[in-house]
């Protein structure tokens, strides 16, 4: 059985527990979730106080509203390293990739319609000359996939094994959708849902991650690396890496241990308004 050779969730190195959190659901007073929200973490070096990189969370489905605001932060930076699987120094058209018919692209359109949301792809403009592709080719993700072992079925089984097939908090998953399917408010039940599953994502990616690490997450990471290095080393000062959040908790351990930086301050963006 998969689930029985799946590895447990690994245990936090020092560094991953002294993390900032990345992804939140912000609650009022009473305990109702108002937002899903992204955190811009600022990481400095105490040697060279002038120079900061922020890490900036990405949820791929978001308001327009939160896309809006991403493009105005991201005009501060001299370099905005951003992430997607593509062949080394790939541009994003302004309005995203041209749209296919295939079954990848037809569920992004379905999910889209039902929470009301709009596409990361499709809002933020990757157009300007600051922006840094800093990810891995397909070919190096597949070689990488291949040496390591690493397809998605092992991440799947890892996830098995750790017990973090998602679940509502306290209620089966089919029956709260149905019932957010069924309500006058489906919109707002179905962003609570979804998002009271990517409120446990460092959870989720740990276990994706195993004890020895992934091609999804540290290996991908380890490339973005290698492209901030080069733009420190280039002079820049003032950089952003634009990834989803569940890339950080690794993303934070690099930060400390291989360039000498510590959490300075977090701002956090509302992503998602759980409200209405």
């Known amino acids: 059985m998969l689930a029985a050779r799946a590895a447990e969730t690994p245990e936090k190195t020092p560094e991953e527990k002294s993390s900032p959190t990345f992804l939140r659901i912000h609650e009022d007073a009473s305990g109702a979730p108002q937002a899903l929200q992204t955190a811009i973490v600022r990481y400095v070096d105490p040697k060279k106080p002038d120079a900061y990189v922020d890490l900036v969370g990405a949820v791929h489905i978001g308001e327009q509203a939160y896309y809006d605001q991403l493009n105005q932060e991201f005009k501060n930076y001299d370099a905005l390293l951003y992430e997607i ?31 009301g949301l709009e596409f990361q792809l499709e809002q933020v403009d990757y157009t300007p000359k600051n922006f840094v592709h800093a990810d891995m080719s397909p070919a190096e993700m597949a070689a990488d996939m291949e040496e390591r072992g690493d397809g998605f079925l092992q991440m799947f089984a890892r996830l098995m094994g750790a017990g973090l097939v ?73 950089i952003g890496v634009f990834y989803g959040a569940g890339h950080f908790a690794d993303m934070h351990r690099r930060l400390v241990e291989d360039f000498g930086m510590q959490p300075q301050s977090t701002r956090w963006l509302d992503a998602w308004d759980l409200t209405k």
Do not use: C, H, W, Y
């Open 166 to 238: 998602q679940q509502t908090k306290g209620e089966d998953m089919n029956t709260a959708m149905l019932l957010a399917l069924l309500a006058d408010d489906r919109q707002v039940r179905m962003k609570r849902i979804f998002a009271s599953q990517m409120d446990d994502m460092e959870g989720q990616m740990r276990a994706i991650e195993g004890k020895n690490g992934s091609t999804l997450i540290s290996q991908r990471n380890a490339k973005a690396f290698e492209v901030l290095r080069e733009e420190l080393d280039a002079g820049k000062k003032k």
């Open 85 to 115: 699987v593509a062949p080394k120094g790939t541009r994003i058209p302004k309005g995203g990739p041209k749209k296919n018919g295939s079954a990848v692209s037809g569920l992004q359109n379905g999910m889209k319609d039902l929470l």
